[in-house]
């Protein structure tokens, strides 16, 4: 037996969950992309490693979603919440560094937040469209 379809929220009750979501997930990004610039750039010991190698190498993944995060497309936050999960796991790994505590958990936080507030941007954004189309 077939479940029956929900029925879709209202625009009035989508509408501000979608641009609150979208400025939380945007500012999470620019959070995450800053944390990484200023952490590379000011404060780690990179051993040796050049700076703009690790730099490409961390930020090459948000740089490919850039674009769409900033035109609020939901397909390119719905990749951000797979892509994000790197830079959590890398959070997770440097805060058990003693000398890395406070960046680990930063990024984790960020990262966490990120992939909520881009979750919850894709389901609503989809939602708002299929509503827009005349979906009851």
């Known amino acids: 037996m077939a479940r029956a ?14 641009k609150l979501s ?14 990484l610039l200023v952490w590379n750039l000011a404060f780690a010991d990179l051993h040796g490693a050049r700076v703009g190698v690790v730099l490409a190498i961390q930020l090459l993944p ?37 000398a890395r505590a406070l960046f680990g958990a930063l990024e ?10 881009a979750l919850l941007y894709t389901r609503w954004r989809f939602q708002y469209d299929r509503k827009l189309a005349g979906e009851v």
């Not at 984790?108 to 507030?117: D, E, Q, R």
């Open 5 to 18: 379809k929900k029925p879709l929220p209202s625009l009035e009750w989508l509408e501000p969950r979608v």
């Open 62 to 98: 948000l740089a490919l979603l850039a674009p769409g995060m900033l035109l609020g497309n939901a397909r390119a936050h719905a990749w951000t919440c797979f892509v994000v999960n790197i830079y959590f796991i890398q959070g997770v790994l440097a805060a058990i560094d003693p």
């Open 108 to 117: 984790a936080v960020i990262s966490f937040g990120l992939f909520c507030t």
């Open 22 to 35: 979208r400025a939380l997930s945007l500012f999470s990004f620019i959070a995450l992309l800053t944390l």
